[in-house]
């Protein structure tokens, strides 16, 4: 198949083309490369996506309407996969207009690539932020998400809205997918395991907030490459929906308390951390929780990599990328 990969220079998006690629499919890939993170990161990744046979790419913003639609018209794409989007919750609170651009406007420009150039299906991130205030764990997808608690979970809501409604009036398969806190090497560095390792490393005290009072069902990047896998090369025009827009969860389904994920990497890094408990942040929840009942029944989804072992896999890649950084000069990822 003939599959674009939209944020491809991202953590999700990087590995889920090389999985894509190493299934023989052929992947065009675009991100805009902007500068949320260290965009070092990004081109590291895309360094080895480009030395990949059947991968091109093109950087392009998703907010590009003319530019998107000659993607799309260029293009004969059997499946989309549109991870591309501005993350962050915390990120949404000072820069709320990129998320307008990235994902409102991104997201419409790739349902009307999808609509107007005969895509047979689109896979696309949402995030279990969409969850927001909810009290019910664990998390299910027949549970109402009408209270989110950050502009960033506001706009993933906002996109399953607009896949619904294109699902209902254009007839072509979509289907959604909420992610749970995805960790494991190429991760993002402004995600709290990846800002707790360059504290520990440069021996700065950790932030813990809400004075370490939180889960999270952390969901190692193999395990979600997995559920990604399968949803791309699902025939979801067999399933016979009235809409064919369907949701699912993907997480670990088995969360675990901040302080003991903190200690796992401070274990796997070699070196203790000093803490400065905080309160909870605005936008900030105190747990999330998959239930991943209806994505096991329909794609036999079930993680495999335990919070341990990921993040012994993480703290592996972070020393030796960490080390190549300061063999060429280069100044720590650091996140302030």
């Keep these: ?60 913003d998703l907010a590009d309407r003319q530019g998107m639609a000659r993607l799309f018209e260029a293009n004969a794409f059997d499946v989309v996969l549109h991870l591309g989007a501005q993350a ?45 205030s909810n009290t019910k ?21 906002a996109d ?38 360059d504290a520990i490393m440069a021996e700065r005290s950790i932030d813990v907030y809400n004075n370490g009072d939180r889960k999270r069902d952390f969901t190692y990047i193999d395990d979600i490459v997995d559920g990604i896998q399968a949803m791309v090369s699902d025939e979801p025009a067999a399933r016979g929906d009235q ?21 796992l990497l401070e274990k796997h890094l070699g070196r203790q951390s000093g803490k400065n408990f905080l309160p909870m942040q605005p936008g900030d929840v105190h747990a999330t929780y998959a239930d991943i009942t209806a994505t096991n029944h329909d794609y036999g989804f079930t993680p495999k990599v335990s919070l341990d072992t990921g993040l012994q896999r993480f703290a592996e890649w972070y020393l030796a990328y960490r080390r190549e950084q300061v063999a060429s000069h280069e100044p720590a990822l650091v996140q302030s």
């Design 160 to 197: 399953e809205l607009m896949c619904h409604t294109y699902a209902h009036l254009y007839g072509f398969p979509i289907t959604g997918l909420r992610f749970f806190t995805v960790y494991g090497p190429w991760g993002r560095p402004d995600m709290a395991y990846f800002k707790f390792a």
């Design 243 to 263: 809409v064919p827009h369907r949701v699912y969860n993907l997480g670990h389904n088995h969360p675990e308390q901040l302080l003991d994920m903190i200690q």
């Design 1 to 60: 198949m003939k599959i674009l990969v939209t944020g491809a220079a991202g953590f999700i998006g990087f590995h889920s083309s090389l999985r894509l690629l190493a299934a023989g499919h052929e992947i065009v890939g675009i991100d805009n490369l902007n500068d949320y993170y260290d965009v070092r990161l990004k081109q590291s990744r895309l360094a080895q996506l480009q030395g990949k046979q059947r991968f091109h790419f093109n950087r392009l």
């Design 137 to 157: 764990l664990p998390f299910a997808i027949e549970d109402r998400v009408d209270t989110p608690v950050s502009l960033y979970a506001a706009t993933k809501k």
């Design 88 to 132: 962050g919750v915390r990120y949404s609170l000072e820069n709320p207009f990129a998320y307008l651009d990235s994902n409102l406007t991104g997201m419409l420009t790739v349902l009307e690539g999808c609509r107007h150039n005969g895509v047979k299906h689109l896979v696309y991130a949402s995030s279990s932020s969409v969850y927001g």
